[in-house]
């Protein structure tokens, strides 16, 4: 069974890099896109970005200036920076294992293993 | 703002039956898969797919889709079933981004 584990700092200073790392254990790295989403306290889910197992990345584009996603293949990991933090930063972070395949009808997007998460906050 | 459309909250008496639906114009080109979130918890992947449950979630959670909305049923409602719901699909621009509904409250009275 595929496990995410995800650690990282939990406390930044504005203008800081958040830094965040996810391990995948037990199943394949490859064939799935790797993905981080956050959720501001009291607030929805917000899709921050992927990558797949050969690097190719995409990112929400309202953080696409700050945010960096990369793997390492040999340790089955991800990892996800964020520069100049602002309080506005503040959120659980969760990393997942996303898939999307072509249906015989409609495209199939979904992410069916999700980390903990991992709470950052942004404070002076 | 979210291109998926979630009504922000919805009731449900116990064993009854509720729908949450999601919209977006995403939705005509692909499916939206569901997460359950319970307070404190990581999301938890519901439905996926034409109407896709991953193992241990019970069958009263059913989805289907139509045009751009899609639908998360719960066929006899729990009291564990309480929770926010959230859809989640790509975008409509074409550039493979992920976007997820603005989430639905559910209350099981």
């Known amino acids: 069974q595929v496990q995410l584990q995800q650690w990282g700092a939990g406390l930044l200073k504005p203008s800081e890099t958040l830094s965040l790392t996810c391990a995948v254990y037990?199943?394949?790295?490859?064939?799935?896109?790797w993905s981080w989403i956050r959720q501001p306290p009291g607030k929805g889910l917000e899709w921050i970005g992927e990558?797949?197992?050969?690097?190719?990345?995409n990112y929400n584009p309202s953080l696409k200036s700050r945010v960096t996603i990369s793997v390492d293949t040999s340790k089955n990991q991800f990892s996800l920076k964020l520069s100049s933090v602002t309080a506005a930063d503040t959120a659980v972070y969760y990393c997942a294992r996303g898939l999307a395949v072509a249906g015989p009808d409609l495209y199939y997007y979904y992410m069916d293993v999700w980390g903990k998460g991992t709470t950052v906050t942004v404070s002076s | 703002s979210s291109e998926l459309t979630q009504d922000p909250a919805v009731s449900v008496a116990l064993g009854q039956t509720v729908r949450i639906t999601c919209q977006g114009d995403?939705?005509?080109?692909?499916?939206a898969s569901w997460y359950q979130q319970k307070p404190g918890q990581a999301p938890v992947l519901v439905i996926y797919?034409?109407?896709n449950r991953p193992s241990g979630i019970p069958d009263r959670f059913s989805g289907s889709s139509s045009g751009n909305t899609a639908s998360l049923t719960i066929t006899g409602a729990q009291a564990e079933d309480e929770a926010d719901y959230y859809c989640?699909?790509?975008?409509?621009?074409?550039?493979?981004?992920?976007?997820f509904g603005g989430g639905t409250k559910l209350t099981v009275l």
């Open positions: 797919g034409k109407n």
């Open positions: 037990g199943g394949s790295f490859s064939g799935y896109y």
């Open positions: 989640n699909s790509r975008d409509s621009s074409g550039n493979h981004l992920g976007v």
């Open positions: 995403s939705l005509r080109s692909y499916y």
């Open positions: 990558i797949n197992h050969s690097g190719s990345t």
